[in-house]
């Protein structure tokens, strides 16, 4: 019988060895971390998905001790605000890493320095989502914008042509002396 595994708490050492295979995917909404950045529709709600999928593999090290690793693939279309126009721009997102896991700190921190790839520490219980997560939010334009954006720019072209157009135009009309 195939053992299954859960990708929230994956024992990571077992998934290699299996050379085990997972998919899915997670609305963008559910992820702590990264849903505040993206650009909530109308509703409210943070659409889009993100599509995953991880694949465990165990490389055989001639005389010495396997290696751990997990392949991740993921894609997604973050919702964005430009920012150039504020109007909401899809942003594609694919992540291609692989992670070599390894038993502790120090070996991590000596690999880091030493390897191009990501490395990381073996624990009982990986969660996948969080995994996902961390290379979401690493990935993640700084600045999005759009390639070219929609026309016209109505708040842009206004504050173009008048300078006190905006947030202080308020502050403007308040300072004016009274007449
Ligand atoms: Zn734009």
Do not use: N, Y
């Amino acid at each position: 019988m195939k053992k299954s595994f859960a990708p929230r708490r994956l024992d990571v050492r077992a998934f290699a060895r299996a050379g085990g295979e997972l998919a899915g995917q997670w609305p963008l909404a559910g992820f702590a971390r990264l849903a505040p950045l993206l650009l909530a529709a109308d509703d409210g709600a943070v659409p889009g998905q993100l599509q995953w999928a991880v694949r465990g593999e165990e490389l055989p090290v001639r005389g010495g001790a396997s290696q751990t690793w997990l392949h991740l693939r993921a894609q997604a279309a973050l919702p964005l605000a430009c920012q150039r126009c504020l109007g909401p721009v899809l942003q594609a997102l694919a992540i291609e890493r692989s992670c070599q896991f390894v038993a502790d700190e120090a070996m991590a921190q000596q690999l880091d320095g030493e390897v191009e790839h990501e490395v990381l520490v073996l624990t009982r219980e990986l969660d996948l989502h969080a995994l996902f997560e961390d290379e979401l939010l690493l990935d993640l334009p700084l600045v999005p914008r759009h390639e070219a954006c929609p026309q016209p720019l109505p708040a842009a072209a206004e504050a173009a042509a008048e300078p006190l157009a905006g947030p202080f135009a308020g502050l403007a009309a308040l300072r004016r002396p009274p007449r």
